[in-house]
């Protein structure tokens, strides 16, 4: 009963509204409370359902916590739950009794750091394709921020049981390939001292430089193929510095050529979803949900970007993965619904494809935005912000705002060591607790602990804050987005540095001092996992 609390209250509500004669119509769910004033757990059903039923939710919420309050009397819930309220505009709040946290607190203990792990996504295969970046430069802070989100959405959900796999495509053939191995081409004749016209719309960054230096040692046949081998070594040990491996790595190219696009296109053609029209081949996407068909074929026999997409992800589905979750910058924002709509042409749902918008992120300096252009090449890359202030600083900020959001990334506070820079705040409580722990000469284990002694406002606060964790993980896994454990962390932080200001673990009688060193480490548990499922240190010292 103790752990499927919310379960049994939600058939509980449930319940109560069909003696109503209510029904939720699905919409049924509990939320934490931000306020502990007004309890712990809380349910809108009452303000949801009140339009379609034609009574106020006060009225709904009045009856249905009288109906709540009846069939508890008898039940194991009543341990658990102090109270319950009609508060607000018609919210019903429950109140959960100390000795149901205590419960939890000691039920982590013993679980160690398998207390986060959860069956959710049990026999689930993932593939998490992310960054992606063309192999025409170093990694941008906007594909940093993409490397940051999907290494730690891909930590999440093996942590919530999910079979998941790391996927990073790669873009090695056409037009900026091309253009690539000109530019290299030309800054090679350039050091040879020859006069050259550099166009305009090449890559004019210093690296283009290395790269012909590069060349230049070496018979090089393919300025092209020679510089996304060179480019591609710079990515990955800049993604490997940054923490983030993958398991594949797809090429354009080698899709191409082993057939794969011609026969998804081949599929899509027999079951009648591509029509010829003005030259060029068309595939049917309205009939899927786009607000147009879309070409895949033009009238000169090439490929749209559309076809080795489509093609590539038949590819990922016929390898036998569930769902697809796909990291895209938001000048791809108008694409998602053509691809949706080949998924659905395969006899998937569209809602196996999930594509999240990671949206730019601003470099500060000194209080001043740093200007940025990709094609000249003044643009901060992954590699300086690395250099300048960690890696564990820039990933903990790159997910401190939801992905959705445009992230301003201030390099002078992700450098400072104080309670100012939230990584060094959440890292601090981490090696604070460390000390602790280590300087005791008290030794405790979840056998004879009495945590009914854990009684203080600011014990139960943290008690509280511990026992968010899983709740904070099914919030990153409905949203795909691993930016509310960043949130969690920090207010675990604050609460544990609130308890350890004002009460002493140490020193205390042994049956205190060893429920009190069980509550710390029961946040010590939580910062560190959170800590490690974001890609951060958990250092013990500092």
């Known amino acids: 009963m103790r752990k499927d609390i919310q379960s049994s209250l939600v058939t509980l509500i449930e319940d109560s509204l069909k003696k109503m004669d209510l029904d939720s119509g699905g919409l049924l769910s509990l939320e934490l409370v931000q306020d502990s004033r007004f309890g712990d757990l809380t349910t809108n059903i009452a303000l949801r359902i009140s339009k379609r039923t034609g009574r106020s939710p006060l009225e709904i919420s009045k009856a249905v916590i009288e109906t709540i309050k009846k069939e508890m009397a008898g039940s194991p819930l009543k341990g658990y739950i102090t109270d319950v309220k009609a508060e607000g505009a018609g919210f019903i709040n429950f109140y959960l009794s100390n000795g149901y946290f205590h419960e939890l607190l000691k039920d982590a203990i013993e679980k160690g750091r398998d207390f986060i792990k959860s069956g959710t996504g049990k026999g689930k295969r993932v593939l998490i394709e992310f960054v992606s970046a063309n192999p025409t430069g170093p990694l941008s802070v906007a594909h940093a921020r993409q490397a940051a989100a999907g290494d730690a959405l891909a930590n999440i959900l093996i942590n919530l049981g999910f079979d998941v796999k790391k996927e990073y495509y790669l873009n090695d053939e056409g037009n900026q390939i091309n253009?690539?191995?000109?530019?290299i081409e030309l800054r090679l004749k350039e050091l040879s001292g020859e006069k050259v016209e550099f166009p305009e719309d090449h890559y004019?960054?210093?690296y283009i430089y290395d790269i012909a230096k590069a060349a230049k040692s070496g018979k090089?046949?393919?300025?092209s193929e020679f510089g996304v081998e060179y480019i591609l070594g710079i990515i990955k040990k800049e993604l490997e510095d940054f923490g983030?491996?993958?398991?594949n790595w797809f090429s354009q190219k080698s899709l191409r050529e082993s057939g794969k696009i011609e026969k998804a296109l081949g599929f899509l053609k027999e079951k009648g979803f591509l029509y010829e029209q003005e030259g060029a081949l068309w595939f049917k996407s309205t009939e899927f949900g786009d607000d147009k068909d879309r070409v895949v074929i033009k009238s000169d026999g090439s490929y749209t970007y559309l076809a080795p997409d489509i093609a590539y992800h038949q590819d990922k589905f016929k390898r036998g993965f569930d769902l697809l979750i796909n990291f895209w910058g938001p000048d791809h924002h108008g694409y998602i619904n053509r691809l949706k709509a080949a998924v659905a042409a395969f006899g998937k749902s569209a809602d196996s494809l999930s594509i999240i918008?990671?949206?730019l992120a601003s470099i500060f300096r000194a209080g001043k935005?740093?200007?940025m252009s990709t094609r000249r090449g003044q643009y901060i890359t992954l590699r300086e912000i690395l250099d300048e202030v960690g890696a564990d600083a820039s990933r903990f900020f790159f997910l401190m705002r939801r992905t959705s959001s445009h992230l301003d990334f201030d390099l002078d506070v992700a450098k400072k060591q104080t309670?100012?820079?939230p990584v060094y705040y959440v890292q601090y409580a981490h090696a604070r607790i460390c000390s602790i722990l280590n300087n005791s000469s008290v030794k405790f284990g979840p056998k004879g602990l009495d945590l009914s002694l854990l009684k203080e406002r600011e014990e139960i606060e943290l008690i509280k804050k511990i026992c968010q964790f899983s709740y904070i993980m099914n919030i990153c896994l409905t949203t795909l987005d691993p930016y509310m454990l960043t949130v969690y962390?920090?207010?675990?932080?604050e609460s544990f540095h609130k308890f350890y200001d004002k009460h002493r673990v140490l020193g205390q009688q042994d049956d205190l001092t060893m429920a009190r060193l069980a509550l710390i480490e029961g946040a010590r548990l939580a910062l560190s996992c959170g800590l490690e499922l974001l890609g951060v240190s958990r250092p013990e010292k500092m």
């Open 369 to 371: 935005p740093v200007q």
């Open 357 to 359: 918008i990671v949206q």
């Open 244 to 247: 983030v491996r993958f398991d």
């Open 204 to 206: 004019q960054g210093e």
């Open 220 to 223: 090089v046949k393919n300025f």
């Open 489 to 493: 962390l920090q207010a675990l932080a």
């Open 419 to 421: 309670s100012e820079n």
């Open 179 to 183: 253009i690539l191995g000109r530019s």
